[in-house]
């Protein structure tokens, strides 16, 4: 019974595909977050989403969109990979937005070649 | 496993001694922060929170200390056990609306038989 559960836990793809990583929650947190992990192990807010809206959205390029179903699900589409998008995406999920800890899936390593 | 040259702040201790992790976070505004635990290939696990009308508080063998005047926080463990071993994250929300965690830059910590 897994809390936050990303798929794949693993994807190695070519330069230019568009790729989709999953996110489901079964804690009934009304918020879900993605982040980004570089290789130098740095943690980076990529969109947040409170109630199926988006809320959070820091800058990250327009090849990268979120979309959230319902509640429970934080998707994550990417157009165009790019070399520099090679990371470990990690999805996670919190009660509320603001002052709550946060739970994080296991990630999924993207690797583009 | 770790990427070569990640060049993490490192924290070699015996099993049995105590551990003290330091973190200096820049926004003074902020008043909610957390430590976060993450293993090789997993996410990273919540350990403990404080929120800045606070200066101590204590978990199962963890102790966070926040000190608002200098910006810095702390996390100490009790008694070190081998299973500690991983990268140790804080994590900050300024007070003002809609904010997101604000990672810092994570210290690994060694912990040897």
């Known amino acids: 019974d897994t809390a936050v559960s990303q798929t794949p836990k693993y994807l190695v793809t070519q330069m230019g595909n568009d790729k989709s990583i999953k996110c489901e929650q079964n804690l009934g947190h009304d918020t879900m977050y993605w982040y980004k992990q570089d290789s130098k192990k740095f943690l980076k807010i990529m969109f947040s989403?409170?109630?199926?809206?988006?809320?959070i959205n820091e800058t990250v390029p327009n090849r990268f969109s979120p979309k959230s179903p319902d509640k429970a699900h934080l998707n994550l589409h990417i157009n165009s990979l790019e070399l520099g998008d090679s990371a470990v995406y990690f999805c996670?999920?919190?009660?509320?937005?603001?002052?709550?800890?946060?739970?994080f899936g296991d990630g999924t390593r993207l690797s583009i070649l | 496993g770790e990427s070569v040259g990640l060049h993490l702040p490192t924290l070699s201790v015996q099993e049995g001694d105590n551990s003290i992790i330091n973190c200096a976070y820049s926004?003074?505004?902020?008043?909610?922060f957390i430590w976060y635990k993450q293993e090789s290939g997993k996410g990273p696990q919540f350990i403990i929170d404080i929120r800045s009308n606070m200066d101590k508080r204590q978990g199962q063998r963890v102790t966070v200390l926040l000190n608002k005047t200098v910006k810095h926080l702390s996390l100490q463990i009790a008694a070190t056990q081998p299973g500690d071993s991983a990268v140790y994250f804080c994590?900050?929300?300024?007070?003002?609306?809609?904010?997101?965690?604000?990672f810092g830059k994570g210290t690994m910590l060694l912990v040897s038989p």
């Open positions: 989403y409170n109630n199926k809206e988006l809320i």
């Open positions: 994590a900050e929300i300024p007070n003002s609306g809609y904010s997101t965690l604000t």
């Open positions: 926004n003074s505004a902020s008043d909610y």
């Open positions: 996670a999920s919190s009660q509320e937005f603001g002052n709550q800890p946060q739970h």
